[in-house]
T-cell receptor, first 115, second 116 residues
Framework: GNSVTQMEGPVTLSEEAFLTINCTYT??????LFWYVQYPGEGLQLLLK?????DKGSNKGFEATYRKETTSFHLEKGSVQVSDSAVYFC??????????????FGTGTRLTIIP | NAGVMQNPRHLVRRRGQEARLRCSPM?????VYWYRQLPEEGLKFMVY????????ESGMPKERFSAEFPKEGPSILRIQQVVRGDSAAYFC??????????????FGPGTRLTVL
């Protein structure tokens, strides 16, 4: 079955540092790939997505490129801010036998940015 | 525009009791998904519903768990005779449609269930 493996946390960085959170996946077919973010006390929000190989998703300074050859979708940001402190989830989606989209998530990586 | 609402946010039950978790989708959304996050694990798909219909329950445990999404009112995830292993965070998501690539699933803040 489908699975997502992401970098274990917690990750602590200083403000303006470079961020990478690794994510690799195992899937049959051609899934779409996502990064979701969860701020304290809130639900998961879609951060960015890519629907096919070599696509790059980007939002709020974050980027991730769909790498089919390495089955990876690593999240990067050049200069993090304190407000980026949150839990980040990598996920993939594929169609179920019923035609609906099912998401499979990684375990989440807690990121803390210190001033 | 209110987001996906879930209540309660925290629920404590003793073994053998029933747990009812509620999810109100975003306005205009008629598709609801339930996910469960066990400690130290990622979110796992449980069930997908449209109004008055269960479409895909392939992730639901075979016993004690049920879900509904009535014509009026919130979607309910019901767990009968809870056991300690049911302790988890339960997330609800909604979307305008269920088809791939056409829209995003919007998540609620989750209900954290603790079974004593």
């Amino acid at each position: 079955g489908n699975s997502v493996t992401q970098m274990e946390g917690p990750v602590t960085l200083s403000e303006e540092a470079f961020l990478t959170i690794n994510c690799t996946y195992t899937a049959t077919g051609y899934p779409s790939l996502f990064w979701y973010v969860q701020y304290p006390g809130e639900g998961l929000q879609l951060l960015l997505k890519a629907t096919k190989a070599d696509d790059k998703g980007s939002n709020k300074g974050f980027e991730a490129t769909y790498r089919k050859e390495t089955t990876s979708f690593h999240l990067e940001k050049g200069s993090v801010q304190v407000s980026d402190s949150a839990v980040y989830f990598c996920a993939l989606s594929d169609l179920s036998n019923f035609g609906n989209e099912k998401l499979t998530f990684g375990t989440g990586t807690r990121l803390t940015i210190i001033p | 525009n209110a987001g996906v609402m879930q209540n309660p946010r925290h629920l404590v039950r003793r073994r053998g009791q029933e747990a009812r978790l509620r999810c109100s989708p975003m306005k205009g959304h008629s598709h609801v998904y339930w996910y469960r996050q066990l400690p130290e694990e990622g979110l796992k798909f449980m069930v997908y519903l449209q109004k008055e219909n269960i479409i895909d329950e392939s992730g639901m445990p075979k016993e004690r768990f049920s879900a509904e999404f009535p014509k009026e009112g919130p979607s309910i995830l019901r767990i009968q005779q809870v056991v300690r292993g049911d302790s988890a965070a339960y997330f609800c998501a909604s979307s305008p449609s269920g088809a791939r690539g056409t829209d995003t699933q919007y998540f609620g803040p989750g209900t954290r269930l603790t079974v004593l």
